[in-house]
């Protein structure tokens, strides 16, 4: 039986709590993998396995009402806020979602539903918000079910169940649930690793990246023009599907080993051929296409460059668009603000200072 049957059984056994109203609020972080989850099969499932850090200052704040409807109903009723203004796009496509998930969650049509979402981060500063955003919808749900049900107190099921529902709305969302770090995908190299849900990560790293820092340089704010579902779209009949799998497979097992000795040249090896890798399979998808600019090539050989003079472990990677991700740990903060400063003023738009987190936090 497959996990979403289980889920979609479990609650039939269960009796509902009266509730009539209740808000929820949780905070939820971005994250930014190490190693890409790029492409999908079925429904929402990954590929390939991926790690990712989660991030602490770019999050997405949700607020949900749920108010317990009159009559019975059998449809999503929901009104959504966006940094204070309704945004009716937004609520269609979340709509849809919500829609998408009534065999597993079918206590949503009880509810009028109204959602207010900010993200902690400028807006449109060119950060995907979709990891945030899901996992901090998927994580107000995962809360109102635990209401109604008292099946989730366990705090492993609760995060399983988050993170699988955050999955089927947003595939690199399933990882921001968990600290540190997060890693979604069935792999020989994590045990209890799964294409449904993603698991918490941090066991696995050394104290060296326990405060690593990501600095994120802003090239460009604009729009993608080939969103990433597309993108995803593409690896079905990708020419270099196959070498793309093995690649990742192998990555993966060295960089959890990087990981775990703290031998930062080997991660940051890793991490760099991701980021060039999943950009090279975008400018060899058919159509192809890219999203760096010149100004992302200029940062990438600068930080090269300062990293050969100054022998500073510091690391690009990139996520599906033209900014370029610094990571290194915060004993350099200091001569990296100082070469972002003289160095790269002329590539870049803005900076966003983050770092490794702790994870989402429920607020009310
Ligand atoms: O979760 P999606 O569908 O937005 O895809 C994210 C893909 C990358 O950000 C490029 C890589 C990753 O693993 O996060």
Not at 22 to 27: G, L, S
Not at 247 to 274: P, Y
Request: net charge negative; with cysteine; hydrophobic share 35%.
């Amino acid at each position: 039986m497959s996990l979403r049957d289980k889920y979609v059984q479990s609650l039939r056994s269960l009796s509902e709590q009266q509730q009539t109203s209740v808000t929820i609020r949780w905070r939820s972080p971005s994250n930014i993998a190490l190693v890409k989850y790029w492409g999908k099969h079925g429904n929402q499932l990954p590929i390939n396995p991926s790690i990712s850090f989660t991030l602490s200052e770019c999050a997405t704040d949700t607020s949900i009402d749920f108010s317990k409807k009159q009559g019975p109903s059998s449809r999503i009723d929901l009104q959504f806020y966006f940094n204070g203004e309704e945004n009716v796009a937004f609520a269609t496509r979340i709509k849809n979602y919500l829609s998408s998930i009534l065999d597993i969650c079918p206590y949503l049509v009880k509810y009028d539903i109204r959602i207010e979402s900010g993200n902690s981060f400028p807006h449109s500063a060119g950060i995907a918000s979709s990891a945030s955003a899901f996992s901090a919808l998927a994580l107000c749900i995962t809360s109102l079910e635990d209401i109604v049900f008292q099946n989730l107190s366990a705090d492993e099921e609760f995060r399983k169940k988050a993170s699988f529902l955050a999955r089927l709305g947003s595939g690199s969302a399933s990882r921001s649930i968990f600290a540190k770090a997060g890693w979604w995908g069935q792999s020989p190299y994590l045990e209890g690793s799964s294409d449904e849900f993603a698991v918490d990560g941090s066991g696995l790293l050394h104290p060296v990246f326990e405060n690593f820092q990501d600095s994120i340089l802003i090239v460009s704010a604009d729009a993608k023009s080939v969103s990433s579902t597309a993108g995803h779209q593409l690896m079905a009949y990708h020419p270099y599907r196959e070498g793309r799998l093995t690649q990742v497979h192998r990555h993966l097992g060295e960089i959890k080993s990087a990981l775990q000795t703290g031998d930062l040249e080997k991660f940051g090896t890793i991490v760099e051929n991701e980021a060039l890798s999943l950009h090279a399979l975008m400018l060899s998808s058919s159509p192809g296409y890219f999203l760096v600019t010149g100004k992302t090539m200029n940062v990438i050989e600068k930080i090269r460059f300062f990293r050969k003079n100054s022998s500073i472990p510091c690391y690009f990677t990139l996520d599906a668009g033209p900014n370029v991700h610094l990571l290194y740990p915060k004993e350099h903060a200091s001569a990296i603000q100082e070469f972002i400063e003289h160095e790269l003023t002329s590539d870049i738009k803005n900076v966003l200072f983050d770092e490794l987190g702790n994870g989402p936090q429920q607020l009310v």
